[in-house]
């Protein structure tokens, strides 16, 4: 369920490409690791909750703002908001903007 709702939350072309790359890392990785293993070392699935790694919300990442979205405050502890006009483009941490890019206002 949880990994349906983060699909959920990627565009088209993102889906695409994630599908894409995964692809090619998980071909990778079996021809030069899991190939090599010997058969009882084989059965932990790279799709298993723990195999699978979650992304760090505090790594900076690029975003446009597509709606007007006015007075929003970053950070809930901190005293710091900024106003976010449609087509700004933002270098942040991925965590700031967390809601906006659930709700569509950013890309």
Do not use: W
């Not at 695409?16 to 990778?28: D, G, I, L, N, T």
């Amino acid at each position: 369920m949880k990994e349906q709702n983060q699909l959920n939350l990627l565009s088209q072309d993102e889906l695409q490409f994630a599908r894409k790359y995964f692809e090619s890392v998980y071909q990778h990785f079996k021809e030069t690791v899991t190939d090599q293993l010997p058969n009882t070392q084989k059965a932990k699935s790279l799709f298993e909750p723990d195999m699978i790694i979650e992304p760090n919300l505090d790594r900076f990442v690029f975003c446009k703002i597509t709606e007007q979205v006015g007075e929003f405050q970053f950070d809930e502890n901190e005293n710091s908001s900024f106003y976010l006009n449609k087509n700004d483009i933002l270098m942040l941490r991925y965590r700031a903007i967390r809601t906006l890019l659930i709700e569509n206002k950013v890309e």
